[in-house]
Every structure is written in structure tokens, then in C-alpha cells.
């Protein structure tokens, strides 16, 4: 009977390398990995984040990244200061007598910006695109008496509007230009 090949012999395993210890929270573990790798951002002490202030406490924490976390993004404004009004118009839907926009902007009453749903209805004669106009133009008297800035896509930049009472002609007539540039049809 012929000889049987030898068995190969078994592969060489190394042993497995010592696990670190598990740390107590997912805050924990996070902190002694950027510490093992030699990240500057590990912060001393309670675990905050680098640019918290050291004596925050854990509600303040929570809040400061709550709030982070609802800033939207820049947009652009109408007005100087987006915090002392400004904000930006979005048509949604017009219907025949009824209309709906979104105004994104500096809201007092909660210290940020917010985005609102509008609704407009047409009165007696005016075309529907007139109450839209005339409806934004009260939430910009609301903010702004004098002059103030609207970014226009149209124009290519920023151009210098008034707010006042005695301009309203001109300023519903560039808002129509706006937001509604075909003809405007006679009834």
C-alpha cells in the first residue's frame, strides 16, 4: 500500500492583541480614543467639548447644542441686521382667490429664525399677485419704515428699496417684477 503524504501542519495563530478595558458611557470611550491618538481637541476634565465654556453645566450643554443644531444656514435677507429683521419670501401656491408664500426670517419672539407659512386671499377687484405683494410688503413695514436692501437675483445684486407709505407705488411695482415678470394681463 503506498504512503500517505504527510498532514500539512496547522497554520500559526497569533494570539489576540489585549483588549483596552471598556470604558463606562459612549462619552468615555469617545474621550480615550482622541486622547490614544493624541488629539488636541480631547478636552481636560468633564469631557466638554473645546470650545464650551469649563463651568457649563450639563443643561447649558444641552441647550448650546440644541441651538446649534436649529440655526439654519445664512440665507440671504432683506434689511441690514438679520437679527433686527430681514428674511426671505418663497411662493408656495396661488390659486385663483387664494395664495399661500413662506417667509424665512429673524423672529423676535423666539430669538431666531424661523420659517412661516403665509396665507393670502384676494379682496374685491385685485388679482390674487397684488395681495401676495401687498401682504409682503406689511411684513417688511413690520420690520423696516425707511430704506432697506433686497437682494434680487433679477437686478444681479443688491437694490436699495424704500418702505415708505408715500413710495408704495414704486415698491409693489419692482416686488410684481419680483416675484411675477410675464405680462400681467388685463381683466
Known sequence: RP???????????????????????LASYIEARRRARGDPAASAGRGNA???????TEAERRDRIIAANLAPSQQP?????????????????????????????????????????IEVRRL????????IIRKMIEMIRGEVQGDFNWL???AGGHVVMSARP?????????LMEEFFPEPRRRR
Open 50 to 56: 473645546p470650545d464650551a465654556p469649563a463651568s457649563e
Open 124 to 131: 374685491g377687484d385685485e388679482d390674487i399677485r397684488q395681495a
Open 77 to 117: 435677507t432683506f434689511g441690514y441686521d438679520p437679527k433686527s429683521g430681514g428674511g426671505v419670501f418663497q411662493l408656495k401656491r396661488i390659486g385663483y382667490s387664494d395664495a399661500e408664500f413662506y417667509f424665512t426670517g429673524w423672529n423676535r419672539d423666539i430669538g431666531r429664525r424661523a420659517k412661516q407659512l
Open 152 to 154: 434680487s437675483d433679477r
Open 3 to 25: 504512503a500517505e503524504p504527510p498532514l500539512p501542519a496547522p497554520p500559526v495563530v497569533a494570539p489576540p492583541a489585549p483588549r483596552p478595558p471598556p470604558e463606562a458611557d
Open 166 to 174: 408715500k413710495d408704495n407705488a414704486a415698491l409693489e411695482e419692482f
